[in-house]
């Protein structure tokens, strides 16, 4: 039972470059998300999808994109990255809306 | 966005019961309360949620105040395994979560 994914786990790139993040979940959860923790603080949503091909904005979207063409797949791109957009990266998935959910181990990303 | 208000940490002695508070004064009729911890080096893992009653699972206890802007999340029995970080949310439309700072949690032997 792999439960949920997250690749790569670690990540160097340039700025400027464009980088995408994979999470991939086992339980055919409906609802995907993605937060990002910066040094010494809580989460933030960047981005949810309460199913295949719907998705809307968090509290910080600007800067990141994402699809949901597969129920157990949310993957997050950052189109042209930026040195603020260094953080640790969770996704999770829930069964609905108001339901736990479950993170992944997340993806440490270093723009340079 | 309702927010919560967490002391930014607590110490707690291994076998002792511990319990940590959280202030949501502006809180909804609809928003649920949700807690979650995040351990070193690891992602958020959720322990519980209530809406109104107070709530038991195998991790912990809920304890939501009457008028439910304040509730306490409450270990029965500390252990080292316990030390992490304590997320208060409230969650709303679409499930989001939205995280604040937290209680950091050291237990000691």
């Known amino acids: 039972d792999a439960g949920i994914t997250q690749s790569p786990r670690y990540k160097i790139t340039e700025t400027g470059r464009q980088v995408t993040l994979m999470c991939h979940q086992t339980?055919?959860?409906?609802?995907m998300f993605w937060y990002r923790q910066d040094l010494g603080h809580g989460l933030r949503l960047i981005y949810y999808?309460?199913?295949?091909?719907?998705?809307d904005k968090g509290e910080v979207p600007d800067g990141y994109v994402v699809s949901r063409s597969k129920t157990e797949n949310f993957p997050l791109t950052l189109e042209s990255a930026t040195r603020s957009q260094t953080s640790v990266y969770f996704c999770a998935s829930s069964t609905l809306a108001l339901y736990e959910q479950y993170f992944g181990p997340g993806t440490r990303l270093t723009v340079t | 966005d309702a927010k919560t208000t967490q002391p930014n940490s607590m110490e707690s002695n291994e076998e002792e019961p511990v319990h940590l508070p959280c202030n949501h004064s502006?809180?909804?009729?609809?928003?649920?309360i949700h807690w979650y911890r995040q351990l070193p080096s690891q992602g958020p893992e959720y322990v519980i949620h209530?809406?109104?009653s107070n709530v038991n699972n195998r991790m912990a206890s809920l304890a939501i105040a009457e008028d439910r802007k304040s509730s306490t999340l409450i270990l029965h029995r500390a252990t080292l395994r316990d030390a992490a970080v304590y997320y208060c949310?409230?969650?709303?439309?679409?499930?989001?979560?939205?995280f604040g700072q937290g209680t950091e949690l050291s237990v000691k032997p």
């Open positions: 999808s309460a199913a295949a091909d719907i998705t």
């Open positions: 502006t809180i909804s009729g609809t928003d649920y």
């Open positions: 949310i409230l969650s709303f439309q679409g499930g989001k979560l939205i």
């Open positions: 209530g809406l109104t």
């Open positions: 339980w055919s959860h409906s609802y």
